[in-house]
């Protein structure tokens, strides 16, 4: 079903400890089709895993354009040569959850330092 992302994000990002260093930028109006309770989910794992890792004093961004959500934090990023990342529960759950709504994960390091996810739906 559609779903108007902005205030599905303000729902993830309210639900999130420290969530006053998390930015968003949605367009208005902006609608996905997904299931509403599996990407809440999978926006809560990404984001508290982003605050987790990110040093004091940045901040993690969230935005949106088209049918991407892309999450970026400051942290250490993946270590080179690693082909496996995110053994976390959160992140084995986001994938699985991703994959039955048809959509993928996909990560990058950040040439200036941190890691960016990007959803596609």
Not at 57 to 79: H, M, T
């Amino acid at each position: 079903r559609e779903e108007e992302l902005a205030p599905l994000v303000a729902e993830a990002v309210g639900s999130i400890h420290h969530n006053e260093i998390i930015a968003t930028d949605i367009p208005e109006g902006l609608t996905v089709r997904t299931d509403r309770n599996m990407l809440l989910t999978c926006l809560r794992n990404l984001l508290e895993n982003a605050v987790k890792v990110s040093p004091k004093g940045e901040k993690v961004k969230l935005s949106a354009c088209g049918r991407q959500i892309v999450i970026s934090d400051r942290g250490p990023g993946i270590q080179e040569n690693c082909t496996a990342w995110g053994h976390g529960l959160g992140l084995v759950i986001t994938r699985d959850l991703l994959k039955k709504m048809g959509a993928s994960m996909t990560p990058r390091n950040r040439p200036e330092g941190g890691l960016e996810i990007t959803l596609n739906l």
